[in-house]
Each structure stands twice: as structure tokens, then as C-alpha cells.
């Protein structure tokens, strides 16, 4: 497959990217920064504008599928000004990929879209669980972005595309992510849960994201999926396991949540919200998970 990538240069969009090669894909990517063009070996890199409007449309050439990764981090100071950023990099992209694709007039070959959502769209729950038929009604501001972002994505069915939307759980790497932020305190003995500690923490480990968006765009998924792993854990069995697999102490109490919210604002709905979320329609649609225990998971990604 020829396939077109936003945000391959990202911490999920690299880890893809390896994946596609070793199974024989070509790639073209879009990216925003002039000096990440020639940044992926053997594949062809592309400049987009997505707050201009702006796309190249050679990006489109011979290519089947879309994989939307793109968007703003979310890990950095919700000031008032950086949220319009979160939103608009995942709708304006949307909406200039989607531009671009129409003014191919039908000319393309592209047959299908799997796009990066996020679980941060169900409602924080201490046990229920989540599975993709629920009901979302958007109050949180990530609720609302999630939501608005996938709505944007379901206007490529204008063009006749298949969608897919892929609900990412926490993405456990080597470098970066949620790992790379936890490491630091736990590394001086400093690992700690947040509030009660109870909030369910849906992970996933980059080598089975990967599988899985590979296999969406190659099964041709359509509609709304989960992509986390079988076994959520509370936030305290996380720290603890990534203390264990980093063979420091863990001995800290939780953080009272007014505390994080004093420091973080709302942003600290990152850490305080409970997410127990299902991964059994992308197991019955074929996925088997490298990794299902999080203490394994975590290892396997130290160095
Ligand atoms: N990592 C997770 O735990 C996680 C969990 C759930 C959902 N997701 C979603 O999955 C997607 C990929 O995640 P990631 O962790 O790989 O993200 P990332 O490392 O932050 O990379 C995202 C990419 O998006 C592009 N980008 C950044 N700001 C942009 C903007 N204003 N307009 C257009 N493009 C922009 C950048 O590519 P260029 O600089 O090359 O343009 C960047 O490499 C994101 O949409 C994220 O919300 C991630």
C-alpha cells in the first residue's frame, strides 16, 4: 500500500512508520515544518499549512489509505490561547486534508481514513467501562475537542471514504509520552499517584497501537474503535509497576487532587479523570496484544 501520513513525525506517527517499512509500504507524510521534509528516509515528505488552508497536493499521489495523526501536543499549559491550538490543529487539519482530497475532483485513489481519536471523549468513571457504543455527551473541554475532532473526520465520508476513528489510550514508548514524564520523579523515589489513586488507566503499548493501526487501514475498519490493551489498571498499580520495572522505592501517598489543580488547572483532568475502557471489538476484529501486563510492558520500553 501507498499510504499518507499527518503527524509521522510525532511520537506515534515514527513508531508507524517503522512498522509500514519493515512490511513493505510506501509513504508520503505531511508536516508543518519545513525541516522535517527529508526527515523520514525512503519516504516522501510533504509541506501543509493546516491554520492557512494550505496542502501539496502531490501528498495525494497513488495513495489508498490516510492515517491522521496529526494535532498539537496536549502536555503543555492549557493557557486559553494554547486550547484554541489543541482544537483547531485537529480540526483545521482535518478540514485542509479533507479540502485538498476534493480538489483531486475524484482523481485520487484514496479509499479510506483511520484517524487518531482519544478516549479522553468518555465521561471520567471510577469503575464503569467504557466500549465504543457508548453514548458520548461532551462537558469536559478534552471532550469537546475529541468529539468535534472525530465529527470533523466523518465529513470524509462526503468523498466516499471509509472512516475509521481509533480511541487511543495512554501510548506507552521508549522515549517521551506518558513514560518519559513519569520516569523523572520516579527515578529519585518521588513516584506518585494523584486524588485517590483509583482512576482507571487505560494504556497501550506502542507495538500494539501500531499493529492495530496497521491492521485498520489494511481490514478497512469502519467506524469507532478502542485501542487500548485488555488489562486497565488504577493509577497506583501504574506508578507502582513502573517503580518495580525501575527498581526504585515506592513509598509516596497520593496527591491530593486540589493540590494538582492549584499547580495544573484543568489540565490536571489529564490525571485525575478515570478511564476504564474496553478492548474487545478490536480483539474480536483480530488483534492479538504483544503486551497485556503493564509491568511488562513498562520493561520492555526501559533502556
Ligand atoms: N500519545 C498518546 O498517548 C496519545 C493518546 C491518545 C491520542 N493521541 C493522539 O494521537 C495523535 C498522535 O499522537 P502523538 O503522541 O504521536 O503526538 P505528537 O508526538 O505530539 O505528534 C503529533 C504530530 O502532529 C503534528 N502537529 C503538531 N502540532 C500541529 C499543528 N498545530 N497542526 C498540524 N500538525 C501539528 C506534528 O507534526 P509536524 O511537526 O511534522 O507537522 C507532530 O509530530 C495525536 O492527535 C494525539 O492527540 C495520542
Not at 52 to 60: A, E, L, Q, R, V
Not at 66 to 76: D, E, Q, Y
Not at 91 to 99: H, K, Y
Not at 166 to 187: A, D, F, M, N, Q
Amino acid at each position: 500500500m501507498k499510504l499518507l501520513i499527518t503527524g509521522a513525525t510525532g511520537l506515534i506517527g515514527q513508531q508507524l512508520v517503522d512498522k509500514l517499512f519493515q512490511e513493505g509500504h510506501q509513504i508520503h507524510y505531511l508536516t508543518t515544518r519545513v525541516s522535517q521534509i527529508h526527515a523520514i528516509p525512503n519516504a516522501f515528505g510533504f509541506l501543509w499549512n493546516p491554520k492557512k488552508g494550505t496542502i501539496d497536493p502531490n501528498c495525494f499521489k497513488e495513495v489508498t489509505c490516510i492515517i491522521h495523526l496529526a494535532g498539537a501536543t496536549v502536555s503543555k499549559r492549557w493557557t486559553a490561547s494554547y486550547k484554541k491550538e489543541i482544537l483547531d490543529s485537529r480540526v483545521q487539519s482535518t478540514q485542509t486534508l479533507l479540502a485538498g482530497l476534493r480538489k483531486q475532483k475524484g482523481t485520487h485513489l484514496i479509499r479510506s481514513i483511520v484517524s487518531a481519536s482519544a478516549i479522553g471523549i468518555y465521561p471520567s468513571d471510577l469503575s464503569k467501562i467504557m466500549t465504543e457504543t457508548i453514548q458520548v455527551s461532551p462537558q469536559t473541554f478534552m471532550q469537546k475537542v475529541v468529539d468535534q475532532w472525530e465529527k470533523e473526520v466523518d465529513e470524509f465520508q462526503s468523498e466516499g471514504l471509509s472512516i475509521c476513528k481509533l480511541r487511543i489510550g495512554l501510548v506507552l514508548t521508549k522515549k517521551g509520552g506518558v513514560l518519559g514524564t513519569l520516569k523523572i520523579p520516579t527515578y529519585f523515589g518521588l513516584g506518585a499517584a494523584f486524588d485517590s489513586g483509583k482512576q482507571g488507566q487505560s494504556w497501550i503499548h506502542i507495538d500494539d497501537l501500531t499493529t492495530v493501526i496497521l491492521k485498520a487501514a489494511k481490514d478497512n475498519w469502519e467506524g469507532v474503535y478502542n485501542a487500548v490493551a485488555p488489562n486497565p489498571v488504577t493509577q497506583t498499580v501504574f506508578m507502582k509497576a513502573l517503580a518495580r520495572a525501575m527498581n526504585r522505592p515506592y513509598f509516596l501517598p497520593p496527591i491530593p487532587a486540589f493540590l494538582l489543580k492549584m499547580g495544573a488547572g484543568e489540565m490536571s483532568d489529564l490525571v485525575l479523570d478515570s478511564h476504564w475502557v474496553s478492548c474487545q471489538k478490536i480483539s474480536s476484529h483480530g488483534v492479538q496484544f504483544q503486551f497485556t501486563d503493564i509491568e511488562k510492558a513498562i520493561v520492555s520500553l526501559l533502556d
